[in-house]
C-alpha cells in the first residue's frame, strides 16, 4: 500500500473521547496550563450523541472542577427525592429495608437524576470558553507512534468506498502530535485496546469484564410524573447465576429514565439482553410508569464492571488512560460519571506534571490516583461485583450486606474475576432456551423499531467497521456451538444468522445500525468480531434527554 | 371567489395530478386554467373548469415568463393553485416572488380558503398554515386530491399571446431512457425486500411493473444483501416516495423502510408472514408465498 | 473571471435525527438535537467551490440567516472551501419570502454575480427560498439543478423535471438551486475545519438591512401524521385487482 500523505497539528495534549473523562481531562489542564494547546476529538457527530448513561450523578467531582457550577447553568436540575431498590420475582417486589444502611453505596442523597448526554455539552462549552479545541465527527483510529513512545493520534480516514479503495472524496486522516495522549474512549476503546496491548498495560491486573447497558427514554403524562423519584431493581427476570437489574429514573420535563444492565459473563447462550430489558418493562413494579407514555430514545452501550482488581498500569509513553477507558466505573453505586470525571482531572494533573517538566510519562498519575477518594472508594467495593458472580444474585447480595456494613469494605481477602467475559458462555446444547414475549407495541417493542430512535447511521458506501475474522470459526464455534450468541446479544440488530443452504450459514452483518455499545468486541466467544472505528460522525445521534 | 390552475398536459391528456389540482382548487370557488403550449382543448373538458387561458407561445414552461404573465393575471383571482410537480415547483414560487406572497407548498389538505396542512420534515409532521396573503399561491400533493374526471367540461378558451423570455432560453430536454418512471414521481411503484431470496428474482417483478407503469423500488435489507443497487432503495436512508399505489412484495415493512413509503395512497402488502409489519399499514394484504402470487398477479392485471 | 458566487446557507435538524411533534402542538422538538447544514445546501457549497477551483468564479461567500449558533454551519461551509461567511443575526424564523428579502439585500451588496443554493431546506420542505429570490432580483432561475456550466456569461443548467433533465441557458447574474445529484459533496476534513476557524465571519443584524421580514403565514397547529390503519386481508391476486379496480380506483 503506498504511504499517505498526512497534515499534521501540533498540540501539547490531545484528547481521545468527549465523554465526561475527557472533558474533565481537557478543562482541568486549560484550568493548571491557560496557554497549553489543548485539542479533544469525539467520534459522534458532537458532544454526546455517543452517550449513554442512566444517569444518577453524584456532584463531588463537579464540585472540584467547576465549583461555582451552580452559577453557570449547569444541566443538574433534578435532585434525588426518593428512591428504593426493588428485588423482583415474577410477579411481586419487595423493597430491600435499611438501603442506605445494607447499600450504603446505593444512598443517593444530594445527587441529581440527569441527563449524561446534556451534561456533557454543557462541559464541552465549559471547555470551548477555557480555549480547547473541540473536534466532533473525527474518530481516532491509530495511535501515533514514534519512537517507540505515542506522540499522538492519526483521526480516521474519511471516504474509503466499501470495497476498500479511495473514493472520489477520499480524505486522509490528519496526524495530531501531542506531547502527552490522554484516551478517555469509554468501555473497551479502540486505541485504549491498541495501547494495553503495546505497552503491556494489563500485565499482573484481571481481566476487564463488562456489562452492557441498555436504556430508553420515555415521555409520560404529567400527572404521574414524580421528578426525582429512583428505583433500581434485581432479581426477576434474571436467574440467580446471571448478574444485571434495571433502573428508572423520573427527571426532568416529564421524561423517564429506564434501562437494565445485563453482566456480560452470563452463560445462557439464549439469553438476550434486549429481551430482558423489555419484558422488565412489564412487571408490575414498572408497567404503570410507562402506561399512557411515550417511547422517544434508545440506546445501548457496554460499561466496564472489573472495578479495582482489573485496573490496568494507568501510563504508557507518551499519555495515559481515563475514565472508562481504564475501568473507573463503581459498580456497587452504579455510577462511573464521577469516578470518570475524578481520573480525568488527575490525568490532567499527572500529565500537566509531565509537561512542565518535560517528561515523557506522566510518570506521577498512578500515585495521584492512589492518593486520591477515587482509589479508596474502588477499594471498598472491590469484592461486591465478583461475589454476585461467585455465589449468585441472593447470596451475592447477602455478602453485599455484610461486605459493606460489617466489613465496611475493610475484608482482609479479595474476590477474583476469575474469567473474561468471552469465556463464560455455555454451548446451545446444554442452555435453556428462553421464551420472551412478543413487543406489544405500546410498551415492549422489537429490535429495528428501537435502533430507529437510536437516530444511527452510518455512510453506506465505507467498509463494515465490523470484521469477522475468520468466517469458518463463525460457522463452527458460534453457529454450531452456540447458535449465533451475537443474533442475540447486540442490541442493535446488527448479526443476523442466515441460512444459505442445506447446512450452510452465513452471518449477515448489518454495520449501518450498529450502536457503538461494543458488546461484540466484548463477548463473541473466540473474539472473532473486530470492532472498527468507522468513519467520524456515524453512529447514534443521541439528543439532549439521553 | 375564482381560483387560477396551472394545468399541465402532456400527449395530448391533462396530467392526473392537475386534475387533483383542478379538484382541490374548486373548493375555493369557480375554476379557470391556463395552460402552457399545446393542449388548451384537453383542459377545457375537464369538469368544472369555466375558462381556459390558453399560451400556445410558451411551449418550454420556461418559468421567467410563465411567472411574469401568471403574474399579469394574478390580480383578478384569490387563489393560484398548480400540482406539486417539479413544473409547478419551478414557477409558483416565483410567481409568489413577484406577488410578495408567501407561498403554500405540498398543501395536503384544505382546511378553508386560507387555512391550508402541509408534511414538512419529510412527511413527519404536519404543519396547519393560515395565509394572511391577499392571493393564495399553492402547490397540491395529487395524491391527497381525487382527480376530477378527463372529460365532461366545455369551458371557454382565450388565446394569449407569449412574452419573450431574453434572461432564459431552453436548450433541450433528455427523458429517461428507461421506459420506467423514477420512484419519487412514479404513480405506481413496487417494491422488493429480502423474501425475493436473490438478485435475479428481482426481475419477477418487471413483468407487472410494466403493466402498471410502475418504478421498482426495494428495502435497505434487499440492498444490503446485494439484490438490488442502492438508488432503488426505499425508506428513511433511501428515497421517500408517496406515489398512488404502493405494492410491497416480500418485505416485513421495517420501520425505515415504512418511514420511506407510508404516506402512498393506496398499500398492498404480499407477505409470507402474517404477522409481518407490514399488513399493519397496508390497506390489502396478500398473506402467501410470493413466487405463487406474483405471475397469478401478473395474469390477473 | 472576476465572479462572485452567493451561497446561502441554513441551519437545520440533522437528517439522521428522528423529528418529534412537541407536545403542545406548537412545532417540532428542536432543542437539544443535533443540527447540521441542510444537505442541499451542502450540494450548492460544493458547486460554487468546484466553480472557483476551475476558474469560474473567484470568490465563494457564504450567507445564513439564523441565531448567533447558525454560524457553525458558516464554518462548516468555510471548511469546504468558501472563502468567508455572513451572519444575518435574527432570533426569529422567518418565512422565504423574508429570508429572500434579506438575501437580496445581501446580494445587492454583495454585488453577487451567480447566487448557488440549496434546492430545499429539509426542515420546512418548502422549496421555494431561490425561486422568490430571482423573481425579486429579477434574475432568471436554474431550479433542480443537476449539472452546470459557465461559459461566456451565461450558465448552462441541467434541471431534474418528472421523467427527465431539461437544459436551460441563462444569463447572468442568476439563481441556481441544487438538487441531490449536482455532485457529491466534499468532507469537511479536520485540517481544513481548523484553517476555517481563521476565516472571516460577518455578523450584520438583520435590523441594520431595513427588509420587510414580517410573516405571512401563522402556523395553527403542528400534530403528527396519522398513523395508517390496518387495512383487509384479500385470498386472492385476482381478488386483490378488482379491489384496486373498483373500491381503491387506483389502477
Known amino acids: 500500500m503506498t504511504q499517505i500523505e498526512r497534515e499534521e497539528m501540533e498540540f501539547d495534549v490531545v484528547v481521545v473521547g468527549g465523554g465526561p473523562a475527557g472533558l474533565s481531562a481537557a478543562i482541568r489542564l486549560k484550568q493548571l496550563m491557560p496557554d497549553a494547546g489543548v485539542c479533544l476529538i469525539e467520534k459522534g457527530s458532537e458532544i454526546g450523541a455517543h452517550i449513554v448513561s442512566g444517569a444518577v450523578i453524584e456532584p463531588r467531582t463537579l464540585d472540584e472542577l467547576l465549583p461555582n457550577w451552580r452559577d453557570l447553568d449547569a444541566p443538574l436540575r433534578t435532585q434525588v427525592t426518593e428512591e428504593r431498590m426493588l428485588f423482583l420475582t415474577e410477579t411481586r417486589s419487595f423493597a430491600v429495608p435499611y438501603l442506605d444502611r445494607v447499600m450504603p453505596q446505593m444512598a443517593n442523597h444530594g445527587n441529581y437524576v440527569v441527563s449524561l448526554g446534556e451534561v456533557c455539552r454543557w462541559l464541552g462549552e465549559q471547555a470551548e470558553a477555557l480555549g480547547v479545541e473541540i473536534y466532533p465527527g473525527f474518530s481516532g483510529a491509530e495511535l501515533f507512534i514514534e519512537n517507540d513512545h505515542v506522540a499522538g493520534v492519526i483521526t480516521g480516514d474519511m471516504g474509503i468506498e466499501r470495497n476498500g479503495e479511495h473514493g472520489p472524496n477520499f480524505t486522509p486522516g490528519m496526524i495530531l502530535r501531542a506531547k502527552q495522549t490522554i484516551l478517555t474512549e469509554g468501555a473497551r476503546g479502540s486505541l485504549t485496546g491498541h495501547a494495553m496491548k503495546r505497552f503491556g498495560l494489563r500485565k499482573g491486573v484481571e481481566p476487564q469484564t463488562y456489562g452492557l447497558g441498555i436504556k430508553e427514554v420515555w415521555e409520560i403524562p404529567a400527572e404521574k410524573h414524580r421528578p426525582g423519584l429512583v428505583q433500581h431493581s434485581f432479581g426477576w427476570p434474571l436467574d440467580d447465576n446471571t448478574y444485571g437489574g434495571a433502573w428508572l429514573y423520573h427527571f426532568g420535563e416529564n421524561l423517564v429514565s429506564f434501562g437494565f444492565v445485563t453482566g456480560l459473563d452470563y452463560a445462557n447462550t439464549y439469553l438476550s439482553p434486549f429481551e430482558e430489558m423489555q419484558r422488565t418493562k412489564l412487571h408490575p413494579a414498572f408497567r404503570e410508569h410507562f402506561e399512557g407514555g411515550k417511547r422517544l430514545i434508545y440506546g445501548a452501550r457496554a460499561l466496564s464492571e472489573g472495578g479495582f482488581q482489573s485496573i490496568p498500569r494507568l501510563i504508557f509513553p507518551g499519555g495515559v488512560l481515563a475514565g472508562d477507558s481504564a475501568g473507573f466505573l463503581n459498580v456497587p453505586k452504579i455510577k462511573g460519571t464521577h469516578t470518570a470525571m475524578k481520573s480525568g482531572m488527575i490525568a490532567a494533573e499527572a500529565v500537566a506534571e509531565a509537561l512542565e517538566k518535560d517528561k515523557k510519562e506522566a510518570a506521577s498519575m498512578t500515585a495521584r490516583v492512589q492518593q486520591s477518594w477515587l482509589w479508596s472508594e474502588l477499594r471498598d467495593v472491590r469484592n461486591i461485583r465478583p461475589a454476585f458472580a461467585k455465589w449468585g444474585m441472593k447470596l451475592g447480595a447477602l455478602y453485599s450486606g455484610i461486605d459493606s456494613m460489617i466489613l465496611r469494605g475493610r475484608a482482609p481477602w479479595t474476590l477474583h474475576h476469575p474469567h473474561a467475559d468471552n469465556e463464560t458462555l455455555r454451548p446451545a446444547s446444554v442452555c435453556t432456551k428462553i421464551d420472551y414475549p412478543k413487543p406489544d407495541g405500546k410498551i415492549t417493542f422489537d429490535r429495528v423499531s428501537s435502533v430507529f430512535l437510536s437516530s444511527t447511521n452510518h455512510e453506506e458506501n465505507q467498509p463494515v467497521h465490523l470484521k469477522l475474522r475468520n468466517e469458518t470459526v463463525w460457522q463452527t464455534v458460534n453457529h454450531d456451538v452456540f447458535d449465533s450468541p451475537e443474533s442475540r446479544y447486540c442490541p442493535a440488530g446488527v448479526y443476523e444468522q442466515e441460512q444459505t443452504g442445506e447446512n450452510a450459514w452465513q452471518l449477515r452483518i448489518n454495520a449501518q445500525n450498529c450502536v457503538h455499545c461494543k458488546t461484540c468486541d466484548i463477548k463473541d466467544p473466540t473474539q472473532n468480531i473486530d470492532w472498527c472505528t468507522p468513519e467520524g460522525g456515524g453512529g447514534p445521534n443521541y439528543p439532549v434527554g439521553m | 371567489m375564482t381560483a387560477l390552475v396551472l394545468v399541465e398536459v402532456e400527449n395530448g391528456a391533462v396530467r392526473q395530478a392537475s386534475r387533483s389540482a383542478v379538484a382541490a382548487a374548486s373548493r375555493f370557488g369557480a375554476v379557470d386554467a391556463i395552460v402552457f403550449g399545446d393542449g388548451a382543448q384537453a383542459a377545457a373538458a375537464l369538469p368544472g373548469v369555466t375558462r381556459v387561458l390558453s399560451v400556445p407561445g410558451l411551449v418550454n414552461d420556461l418559468a421567467e415568463p410563465a411567472a411574469d404573465l401568471l403574474a399579469a393575471r394574478a390580480k383578478d383571482y384569490s387563489h393560484i393553485v398548480a400540482a406539486a410537480s417539479a413544473t409547478g415547483k419551478n414557477i409558483l414560487p416565483r410567481l409568489a416572488g413577484l406577488l410578495d406572497v408567501q407561498p403554500i407548498p405540498d398543501v395536503v389538505e384544505i382546511k378553508d380558503v386560507d387555512t391550508f396542512v402541509r408534511p414538512i420534515y419529510a412527511g413527519n409532521a404536519l404543519a396547519t398554515v393560515r395565509s394572511a396573503d391577499s392571493i393564495k399561491v399553492l402547490t397540491v400533493r395529487g395524491s391527497n386530491f381525487d382527480p376530477v374526471a378527463a372529460e365532461g367540461g366545455s369551458a371557454t378558451v382565450e388565446t394569449i399571446e407569449a412574452p419573450a423570455s431574453e434572461k432564459s432560453v431552453f436548450v433541450k430536454v433528455e427523458l429517461s431512457a428507461s421506459d420506467r418512471p423514477e420512484l419519487e414521481s412514479a404513480r405506481v411503484v413496487i417494491s422488493g425486500g429480502k423474501g425475493l431470496k436473490d438478485a435475479a428474482n428481482f426481475k419477477l417483478l418487471e413483468p407487472i411493473a410494466d403493466k402498471l407503469n410502475a418504478a421498482i423500488g426495494a428495502s435497505r435489507a434487499a440492498v444490503d444483501s446485494g439484490f438490488a443497487p442502492n438508488e432503488m432503495q426505499v425508506g428513511q436512508t433511501g428515497k421517500i416516495v408517496a406515489p398512488e399505489l404502493y405494492i410491497a412484495v416480500g418485505l416485513s415493512g421495517a420501520i425505515q423502510h415504512l418511514a420511506g413509503m407510508k404516506d402512498s395512497r393506496v398499500i398492498v402488502a404480499i407477505n409470507t408472514d402474517p404477522e409481518a409489519p407490514i399488513f399493519k399499514v397496508a390497506d390489502y394484504g396478500i398473506v402467501g408465498d410470493l413466487f405463487e402470487v406474483l405471475p397469478t398477479l401478473e395474469k390477473a392485471l | ?251
Open chain 3, 1 to 251: 473571471m472576476t465572479m462572485k458566487v452567493l451561497v446561502p446557507v441554513k441551519r437545520v435538524v440533522d437528517y439522521n435525527v428522528k423529528v418529534r411533534v412537541a407536545a403542545d402542538g406548537s412545532g417540532v422538538e428542536t432543542q437539544g438535537v443535533k443540527m447540521s447544514m441542510n444537505p442541499f445546501d451542502e450540494i450548492a457549497v460544493e458547486e460554487a467551490v468546484r466553480l472557483r477551483e476551475k476558474g469560474a468564479a473567484k470568490e465563494v461567500v457564504v450567507v445564513t440567516v439564523g441565531a448567533q449558533a447558525a454560524q457553525d454551519v458558516l464554518r462548516t461551509a468555510m471548511a469546504m472551501g468558501a472563502d468567508r461567511a455572513i451572519l444575518v443575526r435574527t432570533d426569529d424564523t422567518l418565512e422565504p419570502r423574508a429570508v429572500a428579502n434579506v438575501l437580496k439585500a445581501i446580494a445587492t451588496r454583495e454585488e453577487a454575480g451567480l447566487i448557488c443554493m440549496g434546492k430545499q431546506a429539509i426542515d420546512d420542505d418548502m422549496n421555494a427560498t431561490g425561486q422568490i429570490l430571482a423573481a425579486k432580483l429579477g434574475w432568471p432561475q436554474g431550479t433542480f439543478a443537476s449539472a452546470v456550466t459557465v461559459a461566456d456569461g451565461r450558465i448552462e443548467v441541467a434541471r431534474e423535471i418528472d421523467g427527465g433533465t431539461e437544459v436551460v441557458s441563462l444569463t447572468l447574474p442568476a439563481v441556481v438551486t441544487a438538487d441531490l445529484r449536482l455532485n457529491e459533496p466534499r468532507y469537511a476534513s479536520l485540517p481544513n475545519i481548523m484553517k476555517a476557524r481563521k476565516k472571516p465571519l460577518e455578523t450584520v443584524e438583520i435590523d441594520s438591512l431595513g427588509v420587510d421580514t414580517a410573516s405571512r403565514l401563522t402556523v395553527v397547529s403542528v400534530a403528527e401524521p396519522a398513523e395508517r390503519k390496518e387495512g383487509v386481508k384479500v385470498n386472492s391476486a385476482a381478488e386483490l385487482v378488482e379491489k384496486l379496480k373498483t373500491e381503491a380506483k387506483v389502477i
